[in-house]
DNA sequence: CAGATATTTCGGCCATTGCCGAAGCGTCTC
DNA sequence: GAGACGCTTCGGCAATGGCCGAAATATCTG
């Protein structure tokens, strides 16, 4: 069966430890030149570039040339998917995982960081927390919904929520968005276009600000602020 | 960082042909024995066992010992998904994929099979199109919901809608499914409690039966007749 | 045009690991 | 209890593939 090759082969080039920590430098959804991936996965820029010649044929990166750089990012959202269901996958159960909680890198992870689109970690588990328990977003196992009140605030922040509404039959007026199960607080977070919308918000109004290269945010003090007002987040939630 | 490592060790566990063919096996949702997963992947049964082991200490599978038998399944649905996003990823694109699909045993999965819980192929995706275009289901990118119409056929077939339903404040009565892209069609089919409530319905009335030791469901001419007069599905429609 | 930087190609070394044959250990059957 | 069957462990072979040094190519800068 062809499609079983193809599926090894997919798999096979995420598990190597250099691509992986390729890969999951670009799940914040920029794109990285040769150079700087080689460096964060820590091999010489010769062997990186071979490892992302393998990557872009097989349909996982896409490149773009600019001059004499080459950005690399992730080919589709379906590979952020991926990436991000093999995370659920490895990441270790509760007990077992203290001892791992220890580098300053993983505790900002675990903090707060970006899932491709949206916000994940302890503060995108905090942020659909309290959307839940405000009654603006009701969050099941197979999706989510945003109440009225939950659409009322979208066009508050000065969200477009127009292209997310449903208009036909008995939806009308719904906006839907999507739980996607955060892999190191084990409980779901907000993801689809209500996620991504809050996302591209923060970054833009300065509530979060990447941190280097890696997918980490953190949160500023005028996000603090923000959540706080808007939300009935406090700091020390997601600070740890 | 430890979560790298882990990552790439599940990826890399799934990324060879021998347990790629034993987790696509076991896709559907069965716990089967060492011996037939070493026929499925062509290997000899000493090689499926270490295998084995190395998939179950990883998480990715569970056994359950009955006897002189060893009865291996999928440890959880987390792992179904993350099987099914690498299939999507790895599934080539329409132009390419021609030369690909020659295998009858391929034609049978693009057909109709099971994703773990529900139904996927041509079946599963027709299923979701009739829905969809008879107003029982609404689908978008981020997610799904049975309209009144929907809720309404799903008790006159006997489904207990009860566990699915919303309660709580503007969603009364809502009850939510789950998108699921279909890596074979590139369309959604209908996954979550209604996608598996559908599929053991499907199964426990004799619509669909499976094929050998496969994922691959065939469907019985008593399910041909369901299926048209319950949602409108032409037989021609699935059996290509 | 010369030097610097980013990236790729080539060649060879070495570790990993998938594979099977042989043998050992439980479990079921007669 | 003897034999059959399912599964696992052990040992050794062979191939895959990741890695780097050296060198070539392309682009930008002065």
């Known amino acids: 069966m062809a499609s079983n090759a193809m599926f090894a082969e997919v798999a096979a080039l995420a598990g190597d430890p250099a691509r992986a920590g ?40 896409a490149v773009e040339q600019q001059g004499r750089h080459r950005y690399h990012r992730l080919a589709s959202p379906a590979v952020a998917q991926m990436m991000e269901s ?17 580098g300053p ?8 960081r970006t899932c491709y689109d949206h916000l994940a970690g302890r503060l995108g588990v905090a942020l659909a927390d ?3 328990a405000g009654g603006q977003v009701e969050l099941a196992k197979d999706g989510g919904l945003m109440t009225d009140a939950g659409v009322a605030l979208l066009r508050q922040l000065g969200i477009d929520v127009d292209p997310m509404v449903r208009r036909s039959t008995s939806a009308r007026g719904r906006v839907l968005c999507r739980p996607c199960l955060d892999w190191s607080e084990r409980r779901p977070h907000l993801a689809g276009a209500v ?17 280097d290269g890696t997918r980490a945010v953190a949160v500023t003090p005028k996000g603090e602020r923000s959540y706080r007002e808007l939300f009935g987040i406090c700091g020390g939630e997601v600070a740890h």
């Not at 920029?30 to 010649?53: F, K, M, N």
């Not at 995370?87 to 909680?101: G, H, W, Y």
């Open 22 to 61: 390729m890969l999951q430098a670009l799940m914040d959804g920029r794109a990285l030149t040769a150079s700087e991936l080689a460096r964060i996965a820590g091999i010489t820029p010769q062997t990186a570039s071979g490892h992302l010649a393998r990557l872009t044929t097989a349909g996982l990166l």
């Open 86 to 102: 093999i995370m659920l996958v490895a990441s270790p159960p509760e007990p077992a995982r203290r001892k791992f909680t220890i």
């Open 105 to 112: 890198r993983d505790a900002a992870l675990r903090a707060a």
């Open 130 to 132: 309290a959307l839940v």
């Open 195 to 211: 996620g991504a919308a809050l996302c591209s918000l923060s970054l833009a109004n300065g509530w979060i600000r990447r941190i």
